[in-house]
């Protein structure tokens, strides 16, 4: 087996952040990884700079998992700041899961599925000042608007297409909690079946704490009930606490785990 770089960048990573593992005798891939950096402050202040390592292929050779975790662990130590380095795997995948642990990987992230049996016994309220809108998103300028604020907060690129692919969906609405100086907060709710789905929710920084959060998931909540569905239902990274406690402290459970984001910690080399 010998190991390289792809010979052209992947998903605009450049080449060092691609490994190849390859049988030298017959060329076939035994396994693949890219390494992905991205700083979000907004998302993970805790964490601002996230390294997710791409694996291709189960199981994956050794070395390749060495090389790409140990160009991982580069990337954080260059950057000066707290990291989390980490992967994606499914919630049974414990091949992947022992292969990490020995180089420090912990199983303690993931993506996790919130349901809140409606209706809802949360008392809410608006904040002072603040008035609420709800759309259906179809103005072409606020879709603009919209996706600029979602690829920002995100570090994406998603497009009109993307976007319609939500609002397209059984029930999509938008609600808009406005205060006198702009947009406080806004979520995106739609209907799976028996459920409503909180599919994206985000507050404006100098509102947040503030019951912007909780004002617009009781509103959604009342959506989902004048349409008798069952119960609300939404997916939430662990590693964005502010969001999972206060969908917690309304009465929201976690029902499964959708991803297991095993991973390591590594902050920044203190100085000598």
């Avoid at 890219?34 to 700083?39: A, I, L, P, S």
């Avoid at 998992?65 to 130590?77: I, T």
């Avoid at 998931?217 to 609300?232: N, P, Q, S």
């Avoid at 964005?240 to 297991?260: A, Y």
Wanted: charged share 25%.
């Amino acid at each position: 087996m010998m190991l390289k770089h792809s010979r052209e960048p992947v998903d605009g990573q450049p080449i060092e952040n691609t490994f190849l593992a390859v049988d030298e005798h017959t060329g076939s891939q035994l396994g693949a990884c890219t390494v992905f950096c991205d700083e979000n402050p907004a998302l993970y202040p805790a964490r601002p700079v996230q390294v997710r390592l791409q694996l291709e292929g189960n199981p994956l050779p050794d070395a390749l998992l060495g090389a790409a975790v140990a160009r991982g662990r580069e990337l954080c130590n260059a950057s000066g700041k707290f990291c989390r380095l980490y992967t994606r795997c499914d919630p049974d995948d414990t091949q992947t899961l022992d292969a990490l642990a020995p180089m420090g990987f912990k199983d303690n992230d993931g993506l996790v599925q919130l349901e809140l049996r409606l209706p809802l016994e949360y008392d809410y309220r608006l904040p002072a000042g603040c008035v609420v809108v709800k759309d259906d998103l179809s103005d072409p300028m606020e879709q603009k608007f919209f996706l600029e604020r979602y690829n920002a907060l995100y570090n994406t690129a998603h497009d009109f297409d993307w976007l319609h692919s939500y609002i397209d969906r059984d029930g999509f609405m938008r609600i808009l909690t406005v205060s006198p100086t702009g947009m406080a907060g806004e979520i995106l709710i739609w209907r799976e079946s028996y459920a409503g789905v909180v599919g994206y929710i985000q507050t404006s920084k100098r509102w947040r704490r503030l019951g912007v959060g909780t004002c617009m998931l009781g509103l959604a909540c009342e959506e989902f009930e004048r349409a008798r569905l069952f119960c609300a239902q939404a997916n939430v990274r662990a590693r964005i606490p502010h969001v999972l406690k206060m969908m917690e402290k309304m009465g929201f459970r976690q029902t499964r785990l959708l991803m297991r984001y095993p991973g390591v910690d590594i902050n920044p080399a203190e100085e000598p």
